[in-house]
């Protein structure tokens, strides 16, 4: 009786070392590429975010103007003509006399936060002239994300909210960690014709990967009673 045997060739070490080094690189660029990817989309999705923050900043700014605007009506109600674009009047007689008015410059947005403060309406909006508005200014240029205690000091109803930079310690805000000085804001007059109407541009500004960026959103503010 003959026994056959199935002539099996031996494998070549260096074939199987071959084969064992491609398959880890195609593994690894895989890998990479799909790292990679998603990289990009959680990067995409960050800058999206901050964007469309800085969006609401600009239109937030729009509306806390045009409030202004609507508080001088009501304030200064004796003579809405002459006063619907004071800045800070205290009565009628300093519109009438044209100081204390919005003029065609820059300004930067701030709010009363200190509940202490008995002279001025808490949270009221004001526009302070901004003489510089580059990046290395403070005054009120950058804007922090805090946390905004509206149960007065109960911690039941916490409230995020960007806020312009720096509130004292006497507030019921506290900074949310790592968002100090995240934005900086600024609003630009032109085209004021003090009988109708004038031109609002905000302009925001952020910074990625230390790249600034910037939007500008621009309204016309006009004298509409």
């Not at 014709?193 to 004038?198: I, L, R």
Request: aromatic share 10%; net charge negative.
């Amino acid at each position: 009786m003959k026994f056959f045997t199935k002539f099996r060739p031996r494998a070549n070490p260096a074939e199987s070392l071959i084969e064992t080094v491609s398959a880890i690189t195609v593994i690894a660029i895989v890998t990479v590429s799909a790292m990679m990817m998603i990289r990009t989309s959680l990067l995409g999705n960050e800058v999206i975010g901050e964007k469309v923050i800085a969006i609401n900043l600009a239109a937030e700014a729009v509306e806390a103007v045009k409030n202004i605007r609507d508080t001088n009506y009501l304030r200064l109600a004796a003579d809405p003509d002459a006063c619907w674009y004071a800045l800070d009047a205290a009565d009628v007689s300093e519109c009438e006399a044209g100081a204390e008015m919005i003029s065609e410059t820059n300004y930067y947005l701030e709010r009363n936060t200190n509940p202490m403060d008995t002279d001025n309406v808490f949270f009221e909006w004001n526009m302070v002239e901004a003489l510089d508005v580059s990046r290395a200014a403070r005054a009120d240029a950058y804007l922090t994300l805090y946390e905004y205690d509206a149960s007065g000091g109960a911690g039941s109803n916490i409230v995020e909210i960007y806020m312009q930079s720096g509130i004292p310690a006497i507030s019921s805000f506290t900074e949310v960690e790592g968002t100090v000085d995240s934005f900086q804001r600024y609003l630009t007059v032109s085209n004021l014709d003090t009988s109708s109407s004038f031109d609002l541009t905000v302009t925001v500004n952020w910074m990625v990967d230390d790249v600034e960026k910037s939007l500008s959103l621009t309204r016309t503010i006009s004298h509409v009673y």
